[in-house]
């Protein structure tokens, strides 16, 4: 039977795995293929999804990461999709907050169900993130980007222009004492031949170890014992989404993320600026700001959601209120 492949876009917050997703879906449409995605995102609004072409189907997953709370709804997205679509090929993006793990298990279950094959995993890691991460304490968030490199088939090492060469080794090293069975593409702006991907899946992710296994494997970072014992790996990360009713200064805006808690690493968000009748998309990934102007202009209220671990949630309403303020608002 014709299986319809599935590719599995993880990595942490601000890796990438979003302008992935756009040059893959650009490469599909290319060589007149019907792509569909499934969207996860940690707070209450798709923002990310505002990238992908209106014409590609796309059903989204708010409010959380794709593990057993919302496994079953994976599913159900999945067979809708198979069965009122019918697409040639479903690209996944979970949430930089997910174990792939359990989106794994979710896909394979719904394979039983409707011809479905899962074909990659691609993890993409942000090479100074990495960096950073690999060499401070070992908390939380650096045993689920580890969890995330070890599910991969394919590692993207993104953002290498950030990077001094002599840190190459340090990295790369890292890499495969993690998973010294996956690919490692070296790539800026995950800019790479999407051919490299389709290549790669004639072998399938044998390598990817069954869920179950893994998960015994690693209990002391992921427990799963039954439904009424999972303990998130998650609950150490943060959500703080704004709502502005007016335009923002541009250069006020780009100052207050200068102010901006440590803790806070990712945010992103649609805002309109005073002297602009066009709508903007910002990313902000570890002091690195990025603007671009949104192609479609939808009815989408302004919008800035922050992600962090354990920040001051009311520092950063402050220093909102007091921008909205300086505005006259």
Request: aromatic fraction near 6%.
């Amino acid at each position: 039977m014709e299986t319809i492949p599935v590719f599995v876009l993880s990595g942490f917050l601000g890796s990438g795995k979003t302008t992935l997703l756009t040059n893959m879906l650009a490469y599909f449409l290319q060589q007149n293929k019907k792509p569909a995605v499934i969207m996860n995102e940690i707070g209450d609004v798709n923002l990310d999804g505002m990238l992908v072409d209106d014409d590609v189907p796309m059903a989204e997953m708010l409010n959380g990461c794709i593990c057993c709370t919302i496994r079953e709804d994976l599913s159900k997205s999945l067979l809708s999709i198979v069965r009122t679509e019918k697409p040639d090929v479903i690209i996944i993006e979970s949430t930089g907050i997910a174990n792939p793990l359990e989106l794994i298990e979710g896909i394979t279950n719904t394979s039983l169900i409707v011809g479905i094959d899962l074909r990659l995993v691609i993890t993409v890691v942000s090479a100074p993130h990495f960096l950073d991460a690999s060499r401070g304490t070992k908390g939380k968030t650096v045993r689920l980007m580890e969890e995330q490199i070890r599910c991969a088939d394919l590692i993207l090492l993104n953002k290498i222009d950030l990077i001094e060469q002599k840190d190459f080794n340090e990295i790369n090293n890292c890499l495969q004492e993690l998973n010294p069975k996956a690919r490692v593409e070296e790539t800026i702006r995950c800019n790479l031949e999407i051919n490299t991907l389709i290549q790669m899946t004639s072998k399938t992710n044998t390598q990817t170890p069954a869920p179950e296994e893994e998960i015994k494997k690693n209990k002391q970072f992921h427990v799963l014992s039954n439904h009424g014992k999972h303990h998130h790996t998650h609950n150490h990360v943060m959500v703080y989404t704004h709502y502005f009713d007016h335009p923002i200064d541009h250069e006020k805006f780009e100052k207050l993320f200068g102010q901006l808690p440590k803790e806070v690493y990712r945010a992103k968000g649609i805002l309109q600026f005073t002297k602009s009748e066009d709508r903007f998309l910002f990313q902000y990934a570890y002091r690195e700001m990025e603007i671009v102007k949104l192609d479609k202009q939808q009815e989408v209220q302004n919008v800035a959601v922050f992600i962090g671990e354990h920040f001051d949630k009311e520092q950063v309403d402050k220093a909102i209120r007091e921008l909205t303020i300086l505005e006259g608002r």
